[in-house]
């Protein structure tokens, strides 16, 4: 299978954070090649008329993943505001158009919507199934065309999350095979955040055990860390000893070196 991870890094904050993400996945994953694109790489992808970079800031996932799924079986995005923690090789497996993670937990989701008022949904998708697109993995050209027309259309920008929610239409309301990588034994981002503090390191794995809260069904090993919030991931950045138990955010802070 030709695969290809891939991040975006749009300006210096953004930089660095790509080089701690790109630090960490390498440790798990030294098999598979992931390319970093940048403004410039934008222009030569771009097929319209290209006056000002920062239109495509809500629609950088469908934008070169539509390019690059000409090259490649599979593409994977990866947000640069991720420390990966575990081996990725399982989400490749299986038969599908695009797999996904989830957006929020019962925590997280509620105290979002107490703090600003937004969902973290759309329409009649339950918060906790509405997924995210900063880790996203592609096998299907029609998809990806799908995913960019709709990220194009006049209605696009009446939408909060833009290319995101674009992404839960096609998950959710349309006939494509979806595989939702949270649904597992391992979990990917920000199905974790606000339970940050039970992560546990045992081994060479961190490992949220099952409790009455979250997780309910069965221990999950984490692989991604999602800090999220755009621009500020860089500051948080800079919180892993108070976010985490002590022997994991050391353990977060080798890996990103």
Known sequence: MNVLFYTVAMDEKNMTLTQS??????????????????TQDMIGFSDIPFSDY??????????????????????IRLDADQIITGNLDHVLEGDYDVAVVQNSNP???????????Q????????????????FTVIKSKRFVEHWWKLCCAQFFNQYPFREQDMLNILVHYFNYKVKFLDRSNKWHGLITKGYWPFIQKIGDKLIIKQNKEWPTDEDKEVV????AGGDQAYFKLKDINIKFQYEVAQYLKTLIQ
């Open 107 to 117: 925590r997280d989701w509620k105290k979002h919507f107490n703090m600003t008022g």
């Open 21 to 38: 993400m790109i630090n960490s996945f390498k440790k798990f994953n030294p098999n598979h090649e992931i390319k970093v694109f940048t």
């Open 224 to 227: 991604i860390i999602h800090w």
């Open 119 to 134: 969902m973290l949904s759309l329409y009649d998708i339950d918060p906790l199934d509405y997924v995210n697109c900063g």
């Open 54 to 75: 920062r239109i495509y800031d809500f629609r950088l996932t469908p934008f070169f993943s539509r390019k690059l799924i000409e090259k490649y079986d599979t593409v």
